[in-house]
């Protein structure tokens, strides 16, 4: 890779435009006197067209509104897995992680299995930056092993507050001043599907089995240590984050703040509930009151880093780590097929935000292809000193370009794979070892994946030839780790 200085001069104005205006421009030498600070923000399980940027009315999302209207919202941006772990390996690693065994996603207390999590041979971004000389911190959710070997302080992260496990309650026991909806396998007879314990819990039946014991062995850390939080989760992320950025601003820092709404279990606090009573289902009401905080905080974290004179030497990135599961929490991934576990397009595809001072134009979109896998190889670019492995995604000064390159992207979890090249994306989801399994689809003109064009004669060479490229990049996969 070319150092960060050779690369400012070398970076062409490129357009990126769906109505002729610039999207990607040229990077103002003045602005990039020290390294830019990185911040990465996760949303947990967000549906695809769950923000207002993308179109939903009904949701209150402002501050990631506003927030989108100053940079370049990414309408085709994909994650490396249709669920949480997986996801994070992918992204913090800038490789398929398949590639490395890390295939399928342990919950509850196959977390703290001693084999179960991201190995240390893979060197993450948050080492790769703190060899530089970032500040690096994590404030959230981990989910890449619970065991000593696979802690945040042994991944790169010099600050870590949040929890190891896939989730967790947004407060303590006996969750006061919230509203909670929680999943029951059987109610009292004659109930229906839904119980209402009283005014602030709800139990549903409609999943067919019970909610996961998700603070089970998985206490509040920070750094190594156990800490009593009684603040909402999400505010307490806020607090965090915002106390990082002001403790090392002027200095080149690396923040990952992975929140843990919208992920069930399904907790709003009272006072925001109030501001959905126009929405009769409760389920969906409470979803809505999480997103409206997760929202917040997102709009005090920017504000933060505005406050510390850094928005201009900020590379930002918003994101979900995968689409949504529409049954368990109400999130939408309209109009993609499916959602979270499925490598359709509502398991996969999701919505990114990105702000990069000097090459992204504000107010703009995109339909290139982008993956969370690009934040890694982008960052390199920037840095100018070699990754520590050959990265399988692209820098977005590439991908989104007026000249992309054709993304080859691909997926397997289990008997579930796919493969998108250019606008064609095979899938199966009843196993990739026989040919007549996979499905074809046209995503240019079928984003919604209806039209299954595999049996068409016309396509057969086009499905063969992807499915060849699937093959042999499974072969260069490794057999899953757990």
């Given at each position: 890779?070319?150092?960060?200085?050779?690369?400012?001069?070398?970076?062409?104005?490129?357009?990126?435009?769906?109505?002729g205006?610039?999207?990607?421009?040229?990077?103002?030498?003045?602005?990039?006197?020290?390294?830019?600070?990185?911040?990465?923000?996760?949303?947990?399980?967000?549906?695809?067209?769950?923000?207002?940027?993308?179109g939903?009315?009904?949701v209150?999302?402002p501050?990631?509104?506003?927030?989108?209207?100053?940079?370049?919202?990414?309408?085709?941006?994909?994650?490396?897995a249709?669920?949480?772990?997986?996801?994070?390996a992918?992204?913090?690693?800038?490789?398929?992680?398949?590639?490395?065994?890390?295939?399928?996603?342990?919950?509850?207390?196959?977390?703290?299995?001693?084999?179960t999590?991201?190995?240390?041979?893979?060197?993450?971004?948050?080492?790769?930056?703190h060899?530089v000389?970032?500040?690096t911190?994590?404030?959230?959710k981990?989910?890449l092993?619970?065991?000593?070997?696979?802690?945040?302080?042994?991944?790169?992260?010099?600050?870590?507050?949040?929890?190891?496990?896939?989730?967790?309650?947004?407060?303590?026991?006996?969750?006061?001043?919230?509203?909670?909806?929680?999943?029951?396998?059987?109610?009292?007879?004659?109930?229906?599907?839904?119980?209402?314990?009283?005014?602030?819990?709800i139990?549903?039946?409609?999943?067919?089995?019970?909610?996961?014991?998700?603070?089970?062995?998985?206490?509040?850390?920070?750094?190594?240590q156990?800490?009593?939080?009684?603040e909402?989760?999400?505010d307490?992320?806020?607090?965090?984050?915002?106390?990082?950025?002001?403790?090392?601003?002027?200095?080149?820092?690396?923040?990952?703040?992975?929140y843990?709404?919208?992920?069930?279990?399904?907790?709003?606090?009272?006072?925001?509930?109030?501001?959905?009573?126009?929405?009769?289902?409760?389920?969906?009401?409470?979803?809505?009151?999480?997103?409206?905080?997760?929202?917040?905080?997102?709009?005090a974290?920017?504000?933060?880093?505005?406050d510390?004179?850094?928005?201009?030497?900020?590379?930002?990135v918003?994101?979900?780590?995968?689409?949504?599961?529409?049954?368990e929490?109400?999130?939408?991934?309209?109009?993609?097929?499916?959602?979270?576990?499925?490598?359709?397009?509502?398991?996969?595809?999701?919505?990114?935000?990105?702000?990069?001072?000097?090459?992204?134009?504000?107010g703009?979109?995109?339909?290139?292809?982008?993956?969370?896998?690009?934040?890694?190889?982008?960052?390199v670019?920037?840095?100018?000193?070699?990754?520590?492995?050959?990265?399988?995604?692209v820098?977005?000064?590439?991908?989104?370009?007026?000249a992309?390159?054709?993304?080859?992207?691909?997926?397997?979890?289990?008997?579930?794979?796919?493969?998108?090249?250019?606008?064609?994306?095979?899938?199966?989801?009843?196993?990739?070892?026989?040919?007549?399994?996979?499905?074809?689809y046209?995503?240019?003109?079928?984003?919604?994946e209806?039209?299954?064009?595999?049996?068409?004669?016309?396509?057969?060479?086009?499905?063969?030839?992807?499915?060849?490229?699937?093959?042999?990049?499974?072969?260069?996969?490794?057999?899953p780790?757990?």
């Amino acid at each position: 890779m070319m150092r960060s200085s050779n690369l400012r001069s070398a970076i062409l104005c490129t357009l990126l435009t769906l109505t002729g205006v610039a999207t990607f421009v040229q990077a103002d030498e003045a602005d990039q006197s020290r390294p830019p600070n990185v911040l990465l923000l996760v949303a947990d399980d967000l549906g695809y067209s769950e923000l207002g940027c993308m179109g939903n009315r009904q949701v209150r999302t402002p501050h990631l509104d506003r927030f989108a209207g100053k940079s370049l919202l990414c309408r085709q941006a994909y994650v490396a897995a249709p669920n949480c772990s997986p996801s994070r390996a992918g992204f913090l690693t800038g490789r398929f992680p398949t590639r490395f065994g890390y295939e399928f996603n342990p919950i509850g207390a196959r977390n703290e299995d001693p084999g179960t999590g991201l190995p240390s041979q893979q060197k993450t971004l948050s080492e790769y930056l703190h060899d530089v000389g970032y500040t690096t911190g994590l404030i959230g959710k981990w989910h890449l092993g619970g065991a000593a070997d696979y802690h945040p302080l042994r991944h790169g992260f010099d600050e870590f507050f949040g929890f190891l496990h896939e989730g967790h309650y947004f407060v303590p026991s006996p969750w006061e001043g919230t509203t909670t909806w929680l999943r029951r396998r059987g109610l009292p007879a004659g109930s229906g599907s839904r119980y209402q314990i009283n005014d602030r819990l709800i139990y549903s039946s409609h999943m067919g089995h019970d909610e996961p014991a998700y603070d089970a062995d998985n206490p509040i850390l920070r750094g190594g240590q156990p800490v009593v939080e009684n603040e909402y989760l999400t505010d307490a992320i806020t607090r965090e984050s915002v106390s990082f950025i002001k403790r090392y601003q002027g200095h080149p820092w690396f923040l990952y703040v992975a929140y843990n709404a919208v992920h069930s279990p399904l907790q709003a606090k009272e006072e925001t509930l109030k501001q959905f009573a126009d929405v009769e289902d409760i389920q969906r009401r409470i979803f809505l009151a999480m997103l409206a905080d997760l929202d917040k905080s997102v709009g005090a974290i920017l504000q933060a880093v505005t406050d510390a004179g850094e928005m201009d030497n900020t590379l930002i990135v918003f994101l979900s780590d995968n689409g949504g599961p529409t049954r368990e929490t109400t999130a939408s991934n309209l109009p993609l097929r499916a959602g979270k576990g499925s490598m359709y397009e509502g398991g996969i595809r999701i919505p990114m935000i990105l702000h990069w001072p000097g090459h992204t134009q504000p107010g703009t979109s995109t339909e290139n292809v982008a993956s969370s896998l690009d934040l890694y190889a982008t960052v390199v670019e920037l840095i100018g000193r070699p990754a520590p492995f050959p990265l399988d995604g692209v820098s977005w000064s590439q991908a989104l370009s007026d000249a992309p390159p054709q993304r080859q992207l691909y997926w397997r979890q289990g008997k579930r794979a796919a493969l998108r090249q250019g606008n064609w994306k095979i899938i199966t989801d009843n196993g990739h070892e026989s040919a007549t399994n996979w499905e074809l689809y046209d995503l240019a003109n079928d984003p919604s994946e209806k039209l299954n064009l595999a049996g068409a004669a016309e396509h057969q060479q086009r499905r063969e030839t992807l499915l060849r490229v699937w093959q042999d990049l499974n072969g260069e996969m490794a057999e899953p780790l757990f």
